[in-house]
T-cell receptor, first 111, second 116 residues
Framework: GENVEQHPSTLSVQEGDSAVIKCTYS??????FPWYKQELGKRPQLIID?????GEKKDQRIAVTLNKTAKHFSLHITETQPEDSAVYFCAATYNFNKFYFGSGTKLNVKP | EAGVAQSPRYKIIEKRQSVAFWCNPI?????LYWYQQILGQGPKLLIQFQNNGVVDDSQLPKDRFSAERLKGVDSTLKIQPAKLEDSAVYLC??????????????FGPGTRLTVT
């Protein structure tokens, strides 16, 4: 089955700086890669996603890049704000069946 | 649209007892997922339904866990008997899975289970 690894496990940045979270996956058949934000005690919420036929996708301050050859994808948050502080999870799936999640990255944005 | 509903929100039981969780997905969503999220870890898929059929249950500990989705709408997840290591948040999610749709998973608030 698929194995998704996520790094770093914790990330602390100063407000206004950029944050980058990286994930690798093992199954080359995976073709959809979502990123979720989970605030303490709340449910995961989709913040951005990318399909395997696209190399990069951007939505305001967040972007995701995908390197299919190397089997890794990354989340980029620019101009971080304190409200970006949360746990971020990456995931991978083939045709939306059986999502495999990374172990999470706790992002702390210091004001 | 109304979100995914789950109940109860919290449950404390002793080991070897049984427990059941309920999930009501977003109206019209054909796909329903149950995840187990242990503290400090990412969600782990337990079972996935498409309408009332099981798509995948390879990570469901079938000796103690069971799930059903009668009529392809609501779903229940049961643990019998519970073990200490079952302490986790159980998340239900649903997606529309319509051709061409975004396939976004919408998560419920979760049920936090503590086994003592």
């Amino acid at each position: 089955g698929e194995n998704v690894e996520q790094h770093p496990s914790t990330l602390s940045v100063q407000e206004g700086d950029s944050a980058v979270i990286k994930c690798t996956y093992s199954d080359s058949a995976s073709n959809y890669f979502p990123w979720y934000k989970q605030e303490l005690g709340k449910r995961p919420q989709l913040i951005i996603d990318i399909r395997s036929n696209v190399g990069e996708k951007k939505d305001q301050r967040i972007a995701v890049t995908l390197n299919k050859t190397a089997k890794h994808f990354s989340l980029h948050i620019t101009e971080t704000q304190p409200e970006d502080s949360a746990v971020y999870f990456c995931a991978a799936t083939y045709n939306f069946n059986k999502f495999y999640f990374g172990s999470g990255t706790k992002l702390n944005v210091k004001p | 649209e109304a979100g995914v509903a789950q109940s109860p929100r919290y449950k404390i039981i002793e080991k070897r007892q049984s427990v059941a969780f309920w999930c009501n997905p977003i109206s019209g969503h054909a796909t329903l997922y149950w995840y187990q999220q242990i503290l400090g870890q990412g969600p782990k898929l337990l079972i996935q339904f498409q309408n009332n059929g099981v798509v995948d249950d390879s990570q469901l500990p079938k000796d103690r866990f069971s799930a059903e989705r009668l009529k392809g709408v609501d779903s229940t997840l049961k643990i019998q008997p519970a073990k200490l290591e079952d302490s986790a948040v159980y998340l239900c999610a649903s997606s529309s899975h319509r051709t061409g749709a975004a396939h976004e998973q919408y998560f419920g608030p979760g049920t936090r289970l503590t086994v003592t």
